[in-house]
Every structure is written in C-alpha cells, then in structure tokens.
C-alpha cells in the first residue's frame, strides 16, 4: 500500500486558478494510473481527471474537459491537477488515488489508495 498526500487546495474567486499536487510514499506511478476525484457536501465523489502510467493518455470529466490538466512527475513521485477558470460548482474535497493496474478508470471502486483530500473553495 502506497500514502498519498495532497495539497494544494485553498479558497479561489470563480475564474482564478489552483495546481494541486499529490506526493506518493514510494515509486510507484511507473506501473499505475492514477486520478483526481472529488466530493461536494451532499453528493457522492466524482472523477475528475486520470492519467496512465505511460502520461500518455488522460481521460477528463465533461465538467471540467478543457479547464484542468493532470500531469504527473515520476522523478518526484507526483500528481498534478491544474486547475484553471474555477468555477463555484468545482468547490469541493478532491482526493489522489491510485489504481489497482495500469489500466484507466473512473470508477472509484478500482482505486484502492487513496488520499486524505484537499479542499477547494470557489467563491463566485
């Protein structure tokens, strides 16, 4: 099992922008792929962005296709979401997760680590 750290998160004015990063304990990212989900109090988490371990493919929600970038670092060990032209309905906690293969997903139920979680604010 892998620890995964985010940070990042903060309280943003709607149109401004955020990076969130997301520190693994190991190397491992060479062999999984990985992905931002988030929470909005009340409603279930969501995908947000993944990313294979290959970088090169990346997969977006529809709510945020062209607005936020996923990235990631092997020499570091980390993920990035950018995250540009905020908007209030994008506040919530968004977590790291790592999936259980190489393969690419938004179902939360193949990512079996997981992050604390970040907040993220958008005031309009």
């Known amino acids: 099992q892998v620890q995964l750290v985010e940070s990042g998160g903060g309280l943003v004015q709607a149109g401004g922008s955020l990076r969130l990063s997301c520190v693994a304990s190991?190397?491992?990212?060479?062999?999984?792929?990985m992905a931002w989900f988030r929470q909005a109090p009340g409603k279930e988490r969501e995908f947000v962005a993944g990313i294979r371990w290959t970088a090169a493919s990346t997969y977006y929600a529809d709510s945020v296709k062209g607005r936020f970038t996923i990235s990631k670092d092997d020499a570091k060990n980390t993920v990035y979401l950018q995250m540009n032209n905020l908007k209030p309905e994008d506040t919530a906690i968004y977590y790291c997760?790592?999936?259980?293969?190489?393969?690419?997903?938004?179902?939360?139920?193949?990512?079996?680590?997981w992050g604390q979680g970040t907040q993220v604010t958008v005031s309009s």
């Open positions: 190991a190397r491992t990212f060479g062999n999984y792929a």
């Open positions: 997760a790592r999936a259980i293969g190489a393969g690419l997903t938004s179902m939360s139920r193949l990512y079996d680590d």
